[in-house]
């Protein structure tokens, strides 16, 4: 099982970014996929989620209606595409298997590297 995060990188406020995570050794019909960030010296928190199956997503609310992920199964990618980009959504942030499987739990598993996404101007 391997993840990598990419795309990310710095912004000015009000940006937008699209991460990608790319997948290996399993397949997204089997496992959900959630979105991680660490902001600088703050505690990671969860972000987004897609489940496997049926594909539904869920977002933290300091993030919905700005964010959206989305998935590639035949790439083996999951996207977070990021909007309306803010100075706190500055972080690090990782994409990770949910330790449910198939489900959205809000807790990974196995992870990847992470990409840093800055937002200054």
């Known amino acids: 099982v391997q993840l990598q995060a990419s795309g990310g990188g710095l912004v000015q406020p009000g940006g937008s970014l699209r991460l990608s995570c790319a997948v290996s050794?399993?397949?997204?019909?089997?496992?959900?996929i959630d979105w991680f960030r660490q902001p600088p010296g703050k505690e990671r928190e969860w972000v987004s989620c897609?489940?496997?199956?049926?594909?539904?997503?869920y977002y933290a609310p300091s993030v919905e209606d700005r964010f959206t992920i989305s998935r590639d199964k035949a790439k083996n990618m999951v996207y977070l595409q990021m909007n309306s980009l803010k100075p706190e959504d500055m972080a690090d942030y990782y994409c990770a298997t949910d330790i449910t499987g198939g489900y959205c739990s809000q807790r990974g598993d196995s992870w990847g590297q992470g990409t840093l996404v800055t937002v200054s101007s």
């Open positions: 050794g399993f397949s997204l019909d089997d496992y959900a």
């Open positions: 897609i489940s496997s199956a049926s594909g539904n997503v």
